[in-house]
Structures are given as structure tokens and as C-alpha cells.
């Protein structure tokens, strides 16, 4: 059982797909400085590419997305990446190798098969690939046989579907509609286009959600043998996405539902067979993923949870960040902007933020907490972060010891809330993110 403790959950604490996070990004990073990250970006190098669209828009989603009902939108869009592609690939250096790919939106499908296909061929021409890795998430709502052919031909392995629940009363409650039979095809797709490491986005905390719906769903996913689950908490800011508003606010479950569902959630997987991957993935033990995991090779990079071990990641696309030691930097979020930046020949660098080496330091620990919940801490650093710690350790949630800090098993739900201990921007903020569980 997990100990239930909802004032050390009480603050919304940030998913730490980056440190510091792209609530710290701002003004003053400019073109040069990221061409300059792009000139020293030397050996592995993970590429992401976004897709700014879907064919219908989820009232829960909060995805940089918009609906792709303009062919001539979508086209513009395809070009200015095209050309991008062809500006990066002028900036990096001759020792750079693309090891791994992964599409991302919105939905990669809500494109054409034959543009996808256009698209990665343009990586072949201009980008130094090295036999990379290929992922992509899918809508399977529009999901169609052509992608069969197109997923083989790129070499896709790892692929990721929208699912979020099986339960139709809570598709009609979400705006996501899609039945069993569209899940079904899905797989199909998937499995004869190559991918062998297929992952399932589930949801919890959702408007008029029981026990018995999510059990029935992760029964099910579990059913088609999904190599991957990621189980996500449903988080509500409708404040910041106005279309949640079309979500009914009064059929949320309260916070003592929404832990006994991430627990209980836990629990069933593992007892499917899934090995934990952090505080949300799971994983079949033979997947890359859980192997990492289980070896203590796991990453966390705005992908989530990851066996990718590369220092830099570079984004492509709308609103699109690129990660390097030293630097973060975000693509402008507005297409227009992102095409009239390409227009003219230059990187649509919009905000991003210097990594200092205390960040860089900072950083490490909150990797290492919430990838093997364990970190090696120097005794400055954590007295730095005792005063916000030390409920934690209280609570037994937590050890430090000969400059190790450990969070115990029980102690799992609260690895965000502890993590952020070490987040020194985390103080005076009053940024909304998500909730802790």
C-alpha cells in the first residue's frame, strides 16, 4: 500500500522532461546562439520532429496542435520544415550521427502517407543518419492501411497510440471518440508495418471515471499485448487550455480517487507482468525500455521515460525544443511566425534558456531521482534543499545517507514532489503544472 499523504501532494509540481523546465524559457536566446549549440552538437544525436496538427482536437489535449482542415496549410507547413531540415543539416558538425528519430504532434497521420514518406526522405538526403531508431505517435482514429507500407519503409520499431481509455461514456466525456474496432485495426497496422515495440497512452483521473473502467482498460491494453504503457494522470487547467472548458470540471475525481487509481493502476500492471519504468511507464520485460530500467540506463527527455542515452536533441518543427548540455531552445510556437522565420533562411528560435552548471548539476539529480530513484547528492547541494525536503524524509518517504539520496519503494508517488526539492526556481513560482499524482 502506498501511504496517502495529500499535503506533501498538494502542490503541482512539473514532469521534469527537461531541467530547468520550459516554464524557466525566455527571451534573449537568439538565432546564433542556436546555430552555435547546433556547430558543437558532435557523435549521438536524437532527432524529433513535430506535427502540429490533428484531424479532429481532444478537449483534454495539451499538445501544440490545431485541426488539419486546410490543405494549403498543411503544405506551407511541410515546406518550411523541408527547409529547416536543410538549415540544420547545413550547421552540424561532419562527426554528428542521427541515431534515433521519433515523430511527434498533434499526429504525424494527420498528414498524408505520401507526405510522411517525403518528409523522411529529406532526412535521408540532408541529415547524417546512422541507422536510426524510428518512432511515431498515431491517432487511431485516422490510422489507415496505406501507413502499412509506409511504416515498413521508413523502419519504424517504436510506435505510440492515443488510446487514453476503452471506456465509450468516457470518450464521449473527453472528445475523443474511437471504438474498439479503430484500437483493433490499429494494432494490425502496427505489428505488419514492423513495430515491435508498440506503447499504449492510458489515462486516469478522467470525468466520471470508476475503478472498474480503468481496470477494464489496462486489462485490455495488457490484452493486445502493448510492449509499452504509459499511465498519465489527467491533468485539468482549463485556465490554461480553454478547451478543457468543454470538460465536465464537477465529474473529476478528487485527489484521494485520483491516488487509489494511480496505485491501484501500478498494481495491476505489474501484476500483468509490466515492469515499472519510473512513476508512470511500464514496460514487458523484454522491451528495450524495461531492459534499461532493470540496468539503470534510463533517461528522461521531453519523449518522458527513455532508454535513448544522447546528450543532445534536436527539435524540428512548431514549437519543437532542442536540448543541449549548455542550452535549451524552443522553436516558435505560432506556425505562421515558424514559416515567415524559414522564409527567410533563418532557425525559428523563439525562447529557450542558458543551463549553468548549477542547473546542469541540479539537473543530474533530478534525472537520476526520478529515473532510478536514487541520486548521488554533495552535502551543499542538499542542504540547499533540506528546508523543502525534510517532510519527506519525516515521512519516511525518503533517506539520505552518506551523500545518497533515496526514495523508497513506497515512497514512488511522491518522486516529482521530492525531485522538485532540488528546483531552485520552483520557490517563487506560481506557474500551474500538473498535479503531483
Keep these: 500500500m502506498w501511504p496517502y499523504h495529500p499535503e506533501l501532494l498538494a502542490t503541482p509540481v512539473p514532469r521534469y522532461t527537461s531541467f530547468p523546465t520550459a516554464a524557466e524559457f525566455g527571451p534573449g536566446i537568439t538565432p546564433e546562439d542556436h ?49 529547416e531540415i536543410a538549415l540544420v543539416s547545413d550547421m552540424l558538425p561532419r562527426d554528428a550521427r542521427i541515431r534515433r528519430i521519433a515523430f511527434g504532434g498533434g499526429s504525424p497521420n494527420a498528414i498524408a502517407p505520401t507526405d510522411f514518406a517525403r518528409l ?17 505517435e498515431l491517432d487511431p482514429r485516422t490510422l489507415t492501411r496505406e501507413w502499412t507500407a509506409v511504416l515498413r519503409a521508413v523502419g519504424a520499431t517504436h510506435a505510440s497510440l492515443g488510446v487514453q481509455t476503452f471506456a465509450p461514456h468516457l470518450q464521449e466525456a473527453i472528445g475523443r471518440v474511437q471504438p474498439l474496432q479503430m484500437i483493433e485495426q490499429s494494432v494490425e497496422i502496427l505489428r505488419a508495418g514492423g513495430v515491435n515495440s508498440m506503447n499504449f497512452d492510458l489515462m486516469y483521473g478522467l470525468p466520471g471515471q470508476s475503478d ?22 489527467y491533468a485539468h487547467v482549463p485556465h490554461l487550455l480553454p478547451r478543457q472548458r468543454k470538460i465536465d470540471a464537477s465529474a473529476l475525481p478528487g485527489p484521494d480517487e485520483r491516488f487509489h487509481m494511480a496505485e491501484s493502476g501500478h498494481d495491476q500492471l505489474v501484476d500483468e507482468g509490466y515492469v515499472a519504468v519510473g512513476f508512470d511507464h511500464f514496460a514487458l520485460p523484454g522491451d528495450p525500455l524495461a531492459q534499461a530500467a532493470i540496468a539503470g540506463r534510463l533517461h528522461r527527455n521531453f519523449q518522458g521515460f527513455t532508454e535513448d542515452p544522447a546528450k543532445v536533441l534536436i527539435g524540428l518543427g512548431a514549437s519543437a525544443i532542442s536540448s543541449f548540455p549548455e542550452l535549451l531552445v524552443q522553436n516558435d510556437k505560432n506556425s505562421g511566425r515558424y514559416r515567415m ?8 528560435t523563439s525562447v529557450g534558456k542558458v543551463r549553468s552548471a548549477d542547473d546542469q548539476r541540479r539537473g543530474a539529480i533530478i534525472e537520476a531521482l526520478l529515473c532510478s530513484g536514487k541520486s548521488d ?15 519527506y524524509l519525516d515521512a519516511g518517504l525518503c533517506v539520505a545517507s552518506d551523500g545518497t539520496l533515496e526514495i523508497v519503494p513506497r515512497g514512488l508517488p511522491y518522486a516529482r514532489s521530492i ?10 513560482s506560481l506557474r500551474r503544472f500538473s498535479s503531483a499524482v
Design 377 to 391: 547528492v554533495e552535502p551543499a547541494m542538499l542542504n540547499s534543499a533540506l528546508d523543502r525536503l525534510q517532510p
Design 419 to 428: 525531485a522538485a526539492s532540488f528546483d531552485p526556481y520552483r520557490q517563487h
Design 212 to 233: 472498474e473502467d480503468l481496470r477494464d482498460s489496462l486489462e485490455r491494453a495488457a490484452g493486445f499485448e502493448a510492449d509499452r504503457i504509459a499511465l498519465f494522470g
Design 120 to 136: 523522411f526522405d529529406e532526412l535521408l538526403l540532408q541529415l547524417p543518419l546512422d541507422n536510426p531508431t524510428v518512432s511515431i
Design 341 to 348: 522565420s524559414l522564409s527567410q533562411n533563418r532557425l525559428p
Design 35 to 83: 546555430a552555435r549549440a547546433l556547430a558543437n552538437a558532435h557523435g549521438d544525436i536524437s532527432l524529433y520532429l513535430h506535427i502540429p496538427f490533428c484531424e479532429k482536437i481532444c478537449w483534454y489535449c495539451g499538445c501544440n496542435t490545431g485541426a488539419a482542415n486546410r490543405k494549403q496549410r498543411l503544405a506551407s507547413y511541410l515546406d518550411s520544415l523541408h527547409t
